[in-house]
Nanobody, 118 residues
């Protein structure tokens, strides 16, 4: 059974860079055909797909967030990390990491609350 656990700061100041890490257990992030994604849920809005890092290490980003988003991974620790720069209050929300197969997120972390505030 795959388990995903998000970690990172719960409070970030405006204009700073938010970094969140997802620790994966029970599955290697290099397993063929798997993608590892970040999805967020802002208050009063729907789920928003932010980006994905593939089993190959290739990355894919939401067009609306592409200029501010970067995904990296550490295969030695089986973790992947989201970096979101120049955050504003609009980036406040719950952030989830997921495993995706066949374009569907089939395993989710519990989510981590991020608040952007000075």
């Amino acid at each position: 059974q795959v388990l995903l656990q998000e970690s990172g700061p719960g409070l970030v100041s405006p204009s700073q860079t938010l970094s969140l890490t997802c620790a994966v257990s029970g599955e290697s992030i290099t397993t063929n055909y798997l993608y590892w994604t970040w999805i967020r849920h802002a208050p009063g809005k729907g789920l928003e797909w932010m980006g994905a890092i593939a089993y190959t290490g290739g990355t894919y980003y939401s067009p609306t967030l592409k200029t501010r988003t970067s995904l990296t991974r550490d295969t030695s620790t089986n973790q992947f990390t989201l970096h979101l720069s120049s955050v504003t209050s609009e980036d406040t929300g719950v952030y989830y990491c997921t495993r995706a197969r066949n374009l569907m997120a089939d395993s989710w972390g519990q989510g981590t609350q991020v608040t952007v505030s000075s």
